[in-house]
């Protein structure tokens, strides 16, 4: 029998100890948002929640209850726009006081582009 980690314990390891990850999911979740794909951009919110507080955590900074936030973040969830507002604050904060992770981040090399003609 093989060992397996449910994938939600395997992103939400990644983003505690990747602060460059939990950011390019922050911004993956707005991008979706503002583009319509809200299904999407909840399931990202849902899991940026367990990686950085867990629903008590952001219950407690949103005063909204948890279960509450763990339907809004659902597949099918309806946040309105004020408790939507309150979870990308918190999430964003969360991000935001993470340690910097600039171990992991290489500094772009800018030459040529393949192809292309000088």
Avoid at 58 to 86: E, F
Wanted: a neutral charge.
């Amino acid at each position: 029998m093989a060992l397996t980690v449910d994938y939600r314990e395997t992103i939400a390891n990644r983003i505690q100890n990747d602060p460059a990850f939990a950011r390019a999911l922050l911004d993956e979740a707005t991008s979706m948002l503002l583009n319509g794909e809200t299904e999407a951009a909840r399931l990202l919110m849902r899991d940026l929640t367990h990686g950085l507080m867990g629903f008590e955590g952001l219950s407690k900074a949103t005063g909204t209850p948890s279960k509450s936030l763990h339907r809004m973040l659902s597949k099918a969830g309806n946040p309105g726009m004020d408790a939507l507002g309150a979870i990308f604050r918190q999430l964003t904060r969360a991000v935001l006081d993470a340690p910097a992770a600039v171990a992991h981040v290489q500094p772009a090399v800018h030459g040529p582009i393949v192809g292309t003609r000088l």
